[in-house]
Nanobody
Framework: VQLQASGGGVVQPGGSLRLSCAAS????????LTWYRQAPGEQREVVAGITPGGTANYADSVKGRFTISIDNAKNMGNLQMNNLKPEDTAVYYC??????????????WGQGTLVTVSS
């Protein structure tokens, strides 16, 4: 199974970016998709998570600005980030918990995509 994260870049404060995470391989179904981020010198933290039924949760720091979504048919998730702030600067990682065709629960990480918010 491979996770491909994309959509990072450089944006000015107040701008928007949309991150995508595409999972491919022997996936029976996705159980949860979570975005994490890690700023320089900081620990990795949860940004947002979503289940296939659409139940989403967010870190307090991004509530009202970020929206997570999932496309179960395409095994893909997105993170829409609006009103970005310099403190959102970090490498963003997607994590997918899924079942394979033997119904084993497995977690996989994407490679990370850099988001830089700077004027």
């Amino acid at each position: 199974v491979q996770l491909q994260a994309s959509g990072g870049g450089v944006v000015q404060p107040g701008g928007s970016l949309r991150l995508s995470c595409a999972a491919s391989g022997r996936i029976f179904d996705i159980r949860a998709l979570t975005w994490y981020r890690q700023a320089p010198g900081e620990q990795r933290e949860v940004v947002a998570g979503i289940t296939p039924g659409g139940t989403a949760n967010y870190a307090d720091s991004v509530k009202g600005r970020f929206t997570i979504s999932i496309d179960n048919a395409k095994n893909m998730g997105n993170l829409q980030m609006n009103n970005l702030k310099p403190e959102d600067t970090a490498v963003y990682y997607c994590n997918v918990r899924f079942r394979d065709y033997l119904f084993r629960e497995i977690q996989a990480w994407g490679q990370g995509t850099l988001v830089t918010v700077s004027s």
